[in-house]
């Protein structure tokens, strides 16, 4: 599976935006999806995560109530929608995508089986 992010932008504290990540291949609705993100000298932290069917999903404290994560797999792209956003948002968004797994094992960025290139996300206050 090859994993294009997308979405990024500068955007003002308050305000949201949605980020996409479009998936190649048949299997993509096999897979468990997860949204990581690394701000500039911190370490990568996980965002949010979606079960295969997107019936099951997993948030980090602290994006819950803010973020919300959706897939479709017949479009084969995952979705993050973030609301009321905080300089401490700003940072390198990742999708990644990990098969026959769980959304516990999803919350650890260094078993994923797949990752996109990054998509910027600028918050200003």
């Known amino acids: 599976v090859q994993l294009q992010a997308s979405g990024g932008g500068l955007v003002q504290a308050g305000g949201s935006l949605r980020l996409s990540c479009a998936g190649s291949?048949?299997?993509?609705?096999?897979?468990?999806m997860a949204w990581f993100r690394q701000a500039p000298e911190k370490e990568r932290e996980f965002v949010a995560a979606i079960s295969w069917s997107g019936s099951g999903t997993r948030y980090a404290d602290s994006v819950k109530g803010r973020f919300t994560i959706s897939r479709d797999n017949a479009k084969n792209t995952m979705y993050l929608q973030m609301n009321s956003l905080e300089p401490e948002d700003t940072a390198v968004y990742y999708c990644?995508?990990?098969?026959?797994?769980?959304?516990?094992?999803?919350?650890?960025?260094?078993?994923?089986?797949?990752w996109g290139q990054g998509t910027l996300v600028t918050v200003s206050s």
């Open positions: 990644v995508a990990k098969r026959y797994t769980d959304l516990a094992t999803m919350t650890n960025g260094g078993v994923m089986d797949y």
């Open positions: 291949g048949r299997t993509f609705g096999i897979y468990y």
